[in-house]
């Protein structure tokens, strides 16, 4: 009881201090949902006919109250009329599930599946445009949104990955649901563009369309999931683009930001370094919504698929090669004390700026730092 009065008045102080004309709300019985992931949707007061959807997962440690408060999409929707849906992991540590057989495959029953059932249910449901479907993530966030690009390349049309790891590359050779991997978290994990594209077929078998445009983000300076992670992702997409991991077709400095080194290997995907940046990257809301094509100056996902697919608890089929699941940490801040997972600092917030000890206030995004 304590803690729903709690989370009220968080997303209640979130609407205050953003100015947000809606709130966050669940949504449950949205389809199959076996792993018992957790739905909310934020929907804006004035919404587009047939608009574009966000799916915004979180990372490790985090809840899709969390990262609904502590990152830009909520904002970005009232401005341009999308609605965003927040999943929230089942999982204990509440990282996703990248490690499963039933994850890892198409309508297999696991976590995406449910994630991809909320899909289906909004674009049924609220008639959004089935062809401005699109993901991103933070960390364990970011690796379920490989995931999701893979298993369910249907659905989505392009995507934003903060800080992950290539799709496939946390699998459990023993079947564990929500493992963890050193070997695939410490980039000691390696495949070539050909074998990772494999990874990613074996995922869904027989599918033949198009996959989601996908932004890849990483800093050099992440000690949790190491940045040769961001080597791996690049070579598993341009092994399904078609395109050259060694050879970018177009490097640009000091872009979005001073020390990002963005990598254009072509229409459809694009790797951004960003140099002395822990975990995770800060979001990067418009930059996204370029990407994502909501708003002029990106790619828009050119080059990935309009279909809409549907999204059922189906039996597992083809599990990909490769290694285990995740958790996560990222920068820092200071101030008076917080107690242990509370909010400690980002953009407008008024509370306690330090933690007790012998936590640290580590920056989540821009928005949100947490007692770690």
């Not at 994850?103 to 609220?126: C, E, K, P, Q, R």
């Not at 008076?336 to 920056?363: K, L, Y």
Request: with cysteine.
């Amino acid at each position: 009881m304590a803690r729903a009065l709690l989370a009220s008045l968080l997303l209640l102080w979130t609407g205050l201090v953003y100015g947000l004309t809606s709130t966050l709300q669940q949504v449950t019985n949205f389809g199959s949902n076996p792993t018992k992931v957790g739905m909310f949707v934020y929907k804006p007061t004035t919404v587009q006919t047939k608009p574009a959807v966000i799916v915004a997962i979180h990372y490790c440690t985090g809840t899709a109250q969390a990262y609904f408060s502590g990152s830009p999409y909520a904002q970005l929707a009232d401005q341009f009329g999308f609605i965003v849906i927040y999943p929230s992991s089942p999982n204990a540590g509440t990282c996703w599930d990248v490690s499963s057989k039933a994850t890892l495959t198409h309508n297999g029953g696991g976590d995406s599946n449910a994630i991809a059932n909320m899909v289906t249910f909004a674009i049924s449901t609220y008639g959004a445009d089935p062809s401005r479907i699109f993901v991103t993530g933070s960390s364990s966030g970011a690796m379920m949104t490989n995931v999701m690009c893979a298993a369910y390349p249907n659905l989505f049309r392009a995507a934003s990955v903060y800080s992950g790891v290539a799709a496939g590359c946390f699998v459990s050779n023993t079947g564990g649901v929500d493992a963890w991997n050193s070997s695939c978290a410490e980039g000691q994990v390696t495949a070539t563009s050909a074998q990772w594209a494999s990874v990613v077929r074996n995922m869904f078998p027989g599918f033949t369309g198009a996959y989601p445009a996908i932004q890849e983000y990483h800093g050099t300076a992440d000690t949790t999931l190491f940045p040769e992670n961001l080597g791996e992702e690049v070579k598993e997409w341009t092994g399904i683009f078609g395109y050259n991991a060694a050879a970018p077709a177009q490097v640009l400095q000091n872009t979005p930001l001073s020390g990002y080194t963005k990598s254009v290997y072509g229409p459809n995907l694009q790797g951004i370094l960003a140099q002395g940046v822990g975990h995770t990257v800060p979001i990067q809301g418009n930059e996204d919504l370029k990407w994502f094509g909501i708003i002029p100056g990106g790619a828009g996902g050119s080059g990935s698929t309009t279909a809409t697919g549907s999204a059922t608890t189906g039996p597992a089929t083809t599990t990909p090669p490769a290694t285990v699941s995740a958790t996560t940490t990222p920068a820092s801040g200071t101030g008076a004390p917080a107690a242990h997972w509370d909010q400690c600092g980002g953009i407008g917030w008024p509370g306690a700026t330090s933690c007790v000890a012998p936590f640290t206030c580590t920056q989540l995004n821009p928005w949100y730092f947490q007692c770690l």
